[in-house]
């Protein structure tokens, strides 16, 4: 068996990784193969993909996103990753009880802990989003207040829309 030095290791990893080899086709593709893109800070995420790929513009990359070829949602802990669609359900159901234990006690804080008070919460959010109807974390504050919703607009909504996400019930979008 073949030992490898720093070097060599280096740059397998560089190049396997699409950062000094041919690039992928779509940055959708750069998705696939890392699995999981880390996008808590979006433009530097798309950067990193655009780097992967020959959509090297942040505008092609952002156009990709917009058209639904990969998607933004909470997937390994409570930042936000890029995962291709067709990746999210096998990933939640491993990760997805672990990262909701561990964010029990601040549910707990914020009230989040009655089976109803959520499941009401997330029932409306399925009715306000249903037939694709694309609206800011401000809009669902404004709808849920409007609809005299326990939930309220902030950090209560916030993590309800976490809840959601790990639950595979919506993700981030345009």
Not at 17 to 33: E, H, T
Not at 148 to 166: I, N, T, Y
């Amino acid at each position: 068996m073949a030992v490898m030095d720093r070097t060599q290791v280096l740059a397998q990893r560089l190049g396997t990784q699409r950062l000094s080899s041919a690039p992928l086709p779509r940055a959708a593709d750069a998705v696939r193969l890392l699995t999981c893109v880390q996008s808590q800070e979006r433009d530097h995420a798309f950067f990193s993909l655009g780097m992967r790929s020959c959509k090297d513009r942040y505008a092609a990359v952002q156009r990709e996103f917009d058209a639904g070829a990969f998607v933004c949602t909470h997937i390994l802990r409570p930042t936000w990753h890029f995962v291709a669609p067709e990746d999210l359900r096998w990933i939640l159901a491993l990760t997805s009880p672990r990262v909701l234990s561990s964010m029990a006690a601040r549910h707990r804080q914020l009230g989040l802990e009655d089976p109803k008070h959520l499941g009401d919460g997330l029932d409306l959010l399925a009715d306000l989003l249903q037939e694709r109807n694309f609206l800011t974390r401000p809009e669902l504050g404004e709808a849920f207040a409007q609809r005299g919703s326990r939930v309220k607009p902030g950090q209560q909504l916030g993590h309800l829309l976490l809840v959601a996400e790990m639950r595979g019930q919506v993700c981030s979008g345009r």
